[in-house]
């Protein structure tokens, strides 16, 4: 079935280093790939999004590349904050299955000064 | 910033007892999910309608769970006997179209405690 895998639960890192969230899927659809980040006790709130593969998108600093060969969607960035630290969720919505998105498990990124 | 408004933001609720939560999907967004985010932060979709019309459901809602979203009237879920293991964030999200690429508008969520 349809399906997202987040291989890291927890990500520690120092202000100012880069970071990259792994995110890969699985369907047998076209995918739409989403980023949500939630900080505590907020909604989540959509990152970045794209169909588009081999395109770079890119948001607040966060970007990340759909690769349809490798089925994955890394978040990235080249300088963390403190504000950073969030739940970050990597979501599905393939093409003709359906309108709800497939979340992954979450990483929590933790940003330490 | 999204203006998805759930309520209540906390029940607490004893087992066999039903809960009911609210939601109020951003202007203009006919299309409304339900998801259930539990403490190990994994979201489950329950249920999704365009308009008042169901347009996706799981099994779980199919059974103790409710859902519906009347015309002028906030989108409800309630869970008519609550067990232990509802205990969960439940978070409304509203958008404008159905199809896959469209964005989810959050709301905050309530946050469901059964003991």
């Known amino acids: 079935g349809d399906s997202v895998t987040q291989t890291e639960g927890l990500v520690t890192l120092t202000k100012g280093l880069p970071v990259m969230l792994n995110c890969t899927y699985q369907t047998t659809y076209s995918p739409f790939l989403f980023w949500y980040v939630q900080h505590l006790n907020e909604a989540p709130k959509l990152l970045l999004k794209s169909s588009t593969d081999n395109k770079r998108t890119e948001h607040q600093g966060f970007y990340a590349t759909l690769h349809k060969s490798s089925s994955s969607f890394h978040l990235q960035k080249s300088s963390v904050q403190l504000s950073d630290s969030a739940l970050y969720f990597c979501a599905l919505s393939p093409a003709n299955s359906g309108t709800y998105q497939r979340f992954g498990t979450g990483t929590k990124l933790q940003v330490v000064p | 910033n999204s203006k998805v408004i759930q309520t209540p933001r906390y029940l607490v609720k004893g087992q066999g007892q039903k809960a009911k939560m609210r939601c109020i999907p951003e202007?203009?967004?006919?299309?409304v999910f339900w998801y259930q985010q539990n403490k190990n932060n994994e979201f489950k979709f329950l249920i999704n309608f365009q308009n008042q019309e169901v347009l996706q459901q799981i099994d779980m809602t199919e059974k103790r769970f409710s859902a519906e979203c009347p015309s002028n009237s906030p989108c409800s879920l309630e869970i008519q006997s609550s067990e232990a293991g509802d205990s969960a964030l439940y978070l409304c999200?509203?958008?404008?179209?159905?199809?896959?690429?469209?964005?989810?508008?959050f709301g905050p969520g309530t946050r469901l405690t059964v003991l």
């Open positions: 999200a509203s958008s404008r179209d159905r199809e896959g690429y469209a964005e989810q508008f």
């Open positions: 202007k203009g967004h006919p299309v």
